[in-house]
């Protein structure tokens, strides 16, 4: 069996720097046309300048041959001024700012340490249509874990979705029924972005057998059901659920440790992984709009004209990929098959 699709796009990716950045990079150039570029570097993209250097060093990396577009973010601090976000718009590469609550995740230090601090930012955004990329977990130590979306979404979230009511809005990587019932029900133009690894994996997968560092995520993986309402979201063809990977390179040695990083990388089989959770669901038809449509829809860009084609056939992913460096990238399904196979 075969599928053909208009070229999707990844509207949340981490491509790191350096030798990182030139082994994980051909892996999403070969299936999307465009990704969202995380800005949580270190130290993070804080400018347009900033972003135009990584940006410059990204299609340094990429192989000849190779049609990729990098969609640039800036990352939002206490300090991010309405200048910068206008330059962000005029610059035509920067198309998003990201919303990191301080602490909340990997290189996530210099984030926002109380979302008011950020208001003349996020009202310039506003204004100016540029959308708000939200990591969506309060950082507060009383909160358990496995709550930090949903109560963030009732502390935080609920309140900016009022105070900016033309504010375009992102819940990155949702992980919960409330963050589908959230986009679902707020004022204003709110979407999400859904990753495949929450859309496989509850949390069971991070005990599977014992320890698995290599399922942990932020936010964590959570319980079945709310896996079930992110699968009916993502295949349900709403226009506000599109396709963003977070995947997140991490060396082996950083995920094998007594203190592991937060991250998936799938990036090497990215859109083959979102088709086994359509075809299981009786949703393959639904697929291309949510890789390929819903998003530049809502970020207001041209939708991809050139087509992928996917055919069921199960290959064997690598036990790892080279990072660079002597490191090791170990992605989701090592040693393990994949249902479909990018390419006829
Ligand atoms: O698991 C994650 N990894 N979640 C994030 O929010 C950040 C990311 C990373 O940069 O490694
Ligand atoms: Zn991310």
Known sequence: MQLTLTRPDDWHLHLRDGAALAAVLPHTAERFARAIVMPNLKPPVRTVADAAAYRARILAALPPGLAFEPLMTLYLTDHTTPEEIAAAR??????????????????????????????????????????????????????????????????????????????????????????????????????????????LLNRN????????????CLPVLKREPHRLALVEAATSGDPRFFLGTDSAPHAHTDKESACGCAGIYTAHAAIELYAEV?????????????????????????????????????????????????????????????AWRLGA
């Not at 590469?93 to 003349?120: I, L, M």
């Open 278 to 338: 359509f075809e299981q669901a009786g949703a393959l038809d639904r697929l291309e709009a949510f890789a390929s449509f819903h998003g530049p829809d809502f970020y207001g860009l041209p939708r991809n004209s050139a087509r992928i084609t996917l055919t069921r056939e199960p290959w064997r992913v690598p036990a790892a990929y080279d990072l660079g460096h002597g490191r090791r990238l170990i992605p989701l399904r090592a040693g393990e098959t994949v």
């Open 205 to 216: 997968a991070l005990f599977r057998g014992g320890l698995r560092p290599h399922h942990y």
């Open 90 to 199: 005029a610059s035509g590469f920067v198309h998003a700012v990201k919303y990191y609550p301080a602490g909340a995740t990997t290189h996530a230090e210099a984030g926002v340490t109380a979302v008011q601090r950020a208001y003349p930012a996020i009202e310039a955004m506003q204004e100016l249509g540029v959308p708000l990329l939200v990591h969506g977990e309060v950082t507060d130590p009383e909160v358990d874990v496995f709550d930090r979306e949903a109560v963030f979404i009732e502390r935080v979230l609920m309140p900016l979705r009022l105070r900016f009511p033309r504010l375009k809005l992102v819940l990155e990587h949702i992980t919960t029924r409330e963050g589908v019932e959230f986009v679902r029900s707020a004022p204003g133009p709110t979407a999400g972005t859904l990753t495949v690894h929450h859309l």
